[in-house]
């Protein structure tokens, strides 16, 4: 959890592989990147197992650049797709039991900010319908309603996607899935409505159509996770295989989606506005100064 874990002795340097080299020294680690900027440095994630054209694996690309400090983050998940690609990335992951995902990042988060008082240490839930809405529904509502300070991202692909393609309790009503022959009968859970009533300060569903809008949505729900506690994220991520989206048209079922029924939607607390503009100010006068 820190850049220094990182840093290669300078006698073994020379003989580390050129994509190490380049983690180390064109990674982005104490520097804010940008959307924009793809390409132009080492991204913490690249190379994953993940299905061809996946709209989940860019979201977490995306997620990995719009983090604050990646240096000092963990990131918290647990059976199902997301897991292949966090796993993968150089950040520490924590593969949690199916469905404790958010109590286990509730206690990591707390022994963090007693050992590290001084630096902030961010810890990230990233994980599907599955682990998060059913089966790890408890532990998600009681970290939301003690204002736990870290912040839930949920790949919504509306279906299990990793175990063959059982319906889930974000699944739309009357979907019919390999294992749901007759279709689904009940509504898709607002988790949305669910987080209002939690009082989150900071609530958002997106869709990856908008890279910049992913990465600034992320940043703003870790920042404001570490001020007030719970924030959560919701991100149509959907899965090509079970849903039988061919590779080339994935993103645009994403746009099709996004505009039928899953708009950007953000909702933020006037104290959490108040804080996000004091950021903002300081963050140009800072930026001024060293002009």
């Known amino acids: 959890m820190s850049f220094e874990t990182l840093r290669p002795s300078p006698a073994l340097k020379d003989f580390l592989p050129i994509e ?9 680690y104490g520097k804010n990147k940008k959307v924009s900027d793809m390409g132009k440095f080492k991204e913490i994630i690249e190379e994953h197992p993940m299905c061809a054209g996946c709209a989940m694996t860019l979201f977490i690309r995306l997620m990995y650049i719009g983090m604050p400090n990646p240096e000092h983050t963990i990131v918290v998940g647990t059976a199902g797709c997301g897991r292949l690609a966090l796993s993968q990335a150089s950040v520490p992951f924590v593969y949690g039991n199916y469905g404790d995902t958010n109590a286990v990042a509730s206690g990591m988060k707390r022994g963090l900010d007693i050992r590290f008082p001084n630096q902030f240490k961010d810890v990230v839930v990233c994980a599907g319908d599955g682990g998060l809405v059913d089966i790890g529904f408890q532990g998600l509502m009681h970290s939301w309603f003690r204002h736990e300070k870290f912040v839930t991202v949920l790949l919504d692909n509306e279906v299990y996607g990793n175990t063959g393609g059982q319906e889930s309790g974000m699944t739309n009503k009357g979907k019919v899935l390999k294992m749901s022959p007759r279709g689904k009968k009940d509504e898709k859970m607002d988790m949305l409505g669910l987080a209002k009533v939690a009082k989150l300060d900071y609530i958002a569903r997106l869709a990856p159509t908008n890279p910049a809008r992913v990465a600034r949505t992320i940043r703003r729900s870790i920042l404001i996770a570490r001020e007030f506690g719970a924030t959560y994220v919701q991100a149509y991520t959907s899965c090509n295989i079970e849903y039988s989206i061919p590779t080339p048209d994935v993103m645009k079922d994403a746009f099709e989606i996004e505009k039928d029924r ?26 001024k100064a060293k002009k």
Request: glycine share 6%.
């Open 262 to 287: 899953y708009g950007f939607e953000e909702i933020i607390s006037d104290r959490a506005k108040e804080f996000l503009k004091d950021l903002e100010a300081k963050a140009k006068a800072e930026r």
């Open 20 to 28: 190490y080299k380049d983690l180390v020294e064109h990674g982005p």
